[in-house]
């Protein structure tokens, strides 16, 4: 359903649905003034990979048998799983405008039980890979060739339980299971670097048993690379790719802010990010 990449070598498409997602989270974030667009910006281009060349769905049918998963571990990224899944028509665009309102089914936090194509309620960090490890294993017991792709933060490297499925997973020799980590080195109270992540990741992974690799997370082709060797891969161990993002990416004036975990943008703002976006349009 979802090889999307262009002209062979180019990867022009994923660059318009990354335009495009990111294009859906400004939109969603001038509702309600501000939000989590920081991380949405940022995380675009890995999210265009993976509904746009990776994944395999039925954008009509979020609860398909034969799709692969995609679990939102980091439940305020919500703006920005939203935002994919409009693109991929999944949900619709004109719900966009009820972002993070009362009765709507776009929460500020993703919720399993409100929204089409979410798979997961996230929101208590540290919880999404052991439920990912419990989905692969439940899909490997059915029989089933599909793929878990579960997206986590830089920050829940910090929770003990995100590294008990780390080594559940490599028990179970989950090679059907595929981590991104989306390492944005932003907290709320300050650099991820100044907490618990002081030293170089993807060789934490590859102790505890997994394939690791670590790229640049708005390189396009780098990530391409990255989601194929991690599916094509033969090695019976679970897979992660870390992803080292850019937060507000592509809209310089709040790339330069210090503090870009949570975002109070002013309404003028959002038209001036806006149009700095569509600028910017990739042909």
Known sequence: M?????????NTSLAQRAWAIRRNALLMGEVQGQGYIGQA???ADL??????????YRPGDPEWEGRDRFYLSIGHYAIALYAA????????????????MDDSRLPMSGMASYTPGMEITGGSLGHGLGIAVGAAMGLKRKGSDRFVYNLLSDGELGEGSTWEAV?????????????????????ADGPTRDALAQTPEAPKWEAFGWHAQEVDGNDMDA???????????KDAKPRVIICN?????????LEEREITHFVRVEPEEWQKALAIHDANKPA
């Open 41 to 43: 910006l940022g995380a």
């Open 85 to 100: 899944m409009i693109e991929a028509g999944i949900l619709p665009e004109d719900e966009i405008a009820t972002y993070g």
């Open 2 to 10: 979802t090889t999307d990449t262009g002209k062979p070598g180019s």
């Open 167 to 187: 080594m559940s997973a490599t028990q179970w020799k989950l090679d059907n299971l595929i981590a991104i980590v989306d390492f944005n080195n932003q907290q």
């Open 223 to 233: 990530l391409v690379q990255a989601f194929d060797t991690a599916r094509t891969l």
């Open 47 to 56: 999210l265009a990979v993976s509904y746009f060349h990776a994944m395999d």
């Open 245 to 253: 993002t850019r937060m507000c990416k592509g809209i310089p004036f």
